[in-house]
């Protein structure tokens, strides 16, 4: 069975930096495209970010671009999001998904974890 | 890179057909057949229903289609019944090389 697990999330101030981890697993995790969706409480879903299978390749939402870093490690079955010079707008609960349909399907998302940016 | 546009709310009666449109630009929509759809429960992880504009998931009911016609996609579901009552979202990558969601349809089975 496929699982992601979002860690990290929590509560900063504004300015600060936090990192999510995402443990996945009953899958072979370097095979596969992830990404980072994000979703402001009663609001709808935001993309974030996304990442090649071997973690050469990035691509960003204008929004995080700069601030906001996606990775992996492959030996781990493990994606990161370093996030810095948080913002209140960053303030949402953050899905790990995994790219498994077609060309850009997101076939399998983890419960997520809340960040709350707030003074 | 602006939301795509969905009407707020769509509502049907249990076995009626209703669709959810998803309009966008020539720059993401209409660029290539890479449209997606999500359904999302109250408190609930989104879930994967139409990949690659009209292809289901295994698993997924046959009573969902996904279809497209120039900047504008489309979800239909036939036969509405109370489970589908949820929040759905398209999504497409673009041009840029970014992808972006709708604005989200609240369906409700009357």
């Known amino acids: 069975e496929v699982q992601l697990v979002e860690s990290g999330g929590g509560s900063v101030q504004p300015g600060g930096s936090l990192r999510l981890s995402c443990a996945a697993s009953?899958?072979?995790?370097?095979?596969?495209?992830m990404y980072w969706v994000r979703q402001a409480p009663g609001k709808g879903l935001v993309w974030v970010s996304r990442?090649?299978?071997?973690?050469?390749?990035?691509e960003y939402a204008d929004s995080v671009k700069g601030r906001f870093t996606i990775s992996r490690d492959n030996g781990k079955n493990t994606l990161y999001l370093q996030m810095e010079s948080l913002r209140t707008e960053d303030t949402a609960v953050y899905y790990c998904?995994?790219?498994?349909?077609?060309?850009?399907?997101?076939?399998?998302w983890g419960q997520g974890t809340l960040v709350t940016v707030s003074s | 890179q602006s939301a795509l546009t969905q009407p707020a709310s769509v509502s049907g009666s249990p076995g009626q057909p209703i669709t959810i449109s998803c309009t966008g630009t020539s720059s993401d929509v209409g660029a290539d057949n890479l449209v997606s759809w999500y359904q999302q429960h109250p408190g609930k992880a989104p879930k994967l229903m139409i990949y690659d504009v009209s292809e289901r998931p295994s698993g997924v009911s046959d009573r969902f289609f996904g279809s497209k016609a120039g900047n504008t996609a489309s979800l239909t579901i036939s036969g509405l019944q109370s489970e589908d009552e949820a929040d759905y979202y398209c999504?497409?990558?673009?041009?840029?090389?970014?992808?972006?969601f709708g604005t989200g349809t609240k369906v409700t089975v009357l």
């Open positions: 990442l090649k299978t071997d973690g050469t390749y990035t």
């Open positions: 998904v995994r790219g498994g349909m077609g060309n850009t399907g997101l076939d399998h």
């Open positions: 009953g899958f072979t995790f370097r095979n596969f495209w």
């Open positions: 999504s497409s990558y673009t041009s840029t090389k970014t992808f972006v």
